[in-house]
């Protein structure tokens, strides 16, 4: 059995509408063409030609929030970079209308960079505060666990690993790593534009 909870009031005979399959798992792990495909055979549906399938603007948004999340991988071990990345990421996804959902787990990657980072420990709790609000809308307070952790976090934002992660390199200052990626990306620019 599945209960859902609507985030505003519901006439009487008003359509509601379901999701089965996010649009990101139609547009953004596969080619348009694939998912139009799998959703005539496996469901019967046939995309209308103002589907979103056929933006390709939209399309080209959602490789550019994969490739973010990439990006925000490879560099989790230098918080301010990937808080880069993910400020960059929460942008895009408001910008293509996530779903709340996506945005909740967005919302808590940019919360885990934050807080390793001493300065921006309190943009860290804004996210994370952003974050409980909309789990908070998105299922039942009492039977979701992300609920109850979340404000955890809000209220001690040192109870998560990712805040003593980063102090671990007390020894080696974070801000000389900084500075050495900031080298290599100078190079790197000054390469290109050499060429």
Not at 163 to 186: S, T
Request: proline share 3%.
């Amino acid at each position: 059995m599945k209960i859902l909870y609507a985030l505003r009031d519901i006439k009487e005979g008003e359509e509601i509408c379901y999701s089965y399959v996010s649009l990101e798992e139609i547009l953004g792990n596969r080619t348009p063409e694939f998912s139009r495909q799998l959703l005539k055979h496996k469901w019967g549906i046939v995309c209308d030609q103002k589907c979103l399938c056929f933006d390709k603007t939209y399309n080209q948004k959602l490789n550019a929030r994969k490739e973010l999340y990439k990006q925000i991988y490879l560099s989790k071990w230098y918080p301010t970079i990937a808080l880069n990345y993910t400020k960059s990421l929460l942008e895009l996804e408001e910008e293509l209308n996530m779903p709340q959902s996506r945005m909740k787990v967005s919302l808590y990657v940019a919360f885990t960079h934050a807080i390793g980072n001493a300065r921006t420990v309190e943009l860290g709790v804004r996210y994370i505060t952003e974050a409980y609000e909309l789990a908070k809308r998105i299922a039942h307070p009492e039977h979701n666990r992300f609920v109850k952790e979340y404000k955890g976090y809000m209220e001690d934002p040192s109870s998560h690993r990712a805040f003593w992660l980063n102090k671990v390199q007390v020894l080696q200052p974070r801000n000389a790593l900084e500075d050495f990626f900031r080298e290599c990306e100078y190079e790197m620019l000054s390469f290109v534009h050499n060429d």
